[in-house]
């Protein structure tokens, strides 16, 4: 009687035991979830005088397998791209135009020092025009010059009809097309390299003359 007694107590513990860690293991794969998410904290489409433009600041923090890759000497490339397009009651809504915002991260070893080269122009294998170089003393400093993205020309007024209604489409993500192939093979299936965020708005009302 003594031993089934014991025996049960020891089932019942081993239970509790097994419980406690699967609850302790879902928590800490949320924890991982939450600490790898991409967030769109602001985002606002206005008009600037003659011009349409789109300012938007991007959250989330780089996880230890990408920040290690970059100490290694990988390049990160992040791209930004945007759609605008004209809302259609009857059919999907028709893709105007895209631009495109290409930002690739280095870390120099020599000097210590983060490197982030943007270049914007259009998308779907258009031309890319403008080039911005900037140095860092550390990755926070770099990663705000990828997080932010400041009074970005979406179109001219002039382009636009009154009389219609139009929407952006923004997209932002880690591009691992760009990556070694090593590295891309690896970060296939991989939370830690899934960045990326994406959202839509419409089109202030505008008085085109």
């Known amino acids: 009687m003594v031993f ?8 019942k513990l081993e239970k509790v035991l097994r419980g406690l860690c699967l609850l302790g293991f879902c928590l800490l794969a ?3 979830r939450a600490q790898n998410a991409t967030d ?21 923090e780089l996880p230890a397998a990408v920040e290690d890759a970059l100490l290694k000497g990988i390049p990160l490339f992040f791209v930004t791209e945007l759609d605008l397009l004209r809302e259609r009651w009857y059919w999907y809504d028709k893709k105007l135009s895209t631009l495109a915002r ?31 170089n900037q140095s860092f003393n550390t990755l926070p400093q770099a990663l705000m010059g990828i997080k932010r993205v400041s009074r970005w020309k979406v179109a001219d007024v002039s382009e636009l009809d009154a009389k219609l209604k139009y929407r952006v489409e923004f997209r932002f993500r880690l591009d691992l097309n760009q990556l070694p192939r090593p590295f891309q093979i690896g970060a296939i299936g991989q939370s830690d390299w899934n960045i990326a965020a994406t959202t839509s708005a419409p089109l202030p009302s505008i008085s085109i003359k």
Not at 4 to 10: G, L
Not at 113 to 123: D, P
């Open 4 to 11: 089934i007694t014991r025996y049960y107590k020891n089932v």
């Open 30 to 32: 949320a924890l991982v």
């Open 40 to 60: 769109i904290s602001q985002f606002q489409v206005e008009r600037i005088d003659d011009e349409i433009a789109l300012s938007a600041q991007l959250d989330f």
């Open 102 to 132: 290409h930002v690739r991260l280095t870390y120099q070893p020599l000097t210590r020092r983060w490197r982030i080269v943007v270049t914007t122009g259009t998308g779907d294998g258009g031309r890319l025009g403008l080039t911005l």
